[in-house]
């Protein structure tokens, strides 16, 4: 199991192991929200939600700015309370959080195999010296 706050004797703060300290947090830890619905919200499985929450995971994790209060009050409404639903917010947040690091360290993995496969290629004698000549020809003057 993996401890709530990161053990500073080992001075294991790398951040994917700071991330799996929040991710093991905010998807198993005591919540008044199943921890079952919370991995699912995460995932952004919404073939597995309710119909009701179905738009609210969906709002937060693609466009979180365009969540409305009238989003909330239906989620009360038909029963979910307000632990429940800012455990659902902070998992859909941390669900996409990790999709989008993913697909940043992805992208610059593509990026450098392929700057190491690229063959150099040589700069022009004229352009490489060009910067040095006219720094010569200001200081110069």
Known sequence: MVPLV???DNDDTAPESLFAVLRHAVLD???STPSRVRHVVAHAKLDEVSHELRGYVDTMREHAWRSTDEQVRDLLTVGWSEDQVFELTVAVALGAGQRRLDAGLAAIARAQTR???EPVTAVPAQAAAWP??????HAAA
């Open 115 to 117: 700057q190491a496969t």
């Open 6 to 8: 990161p053990d500073t």
């Open 29 to 31: 830890g005591p919540g």
């Open 132 to 137: 040095v000549a006219e720094v010569t020809r």
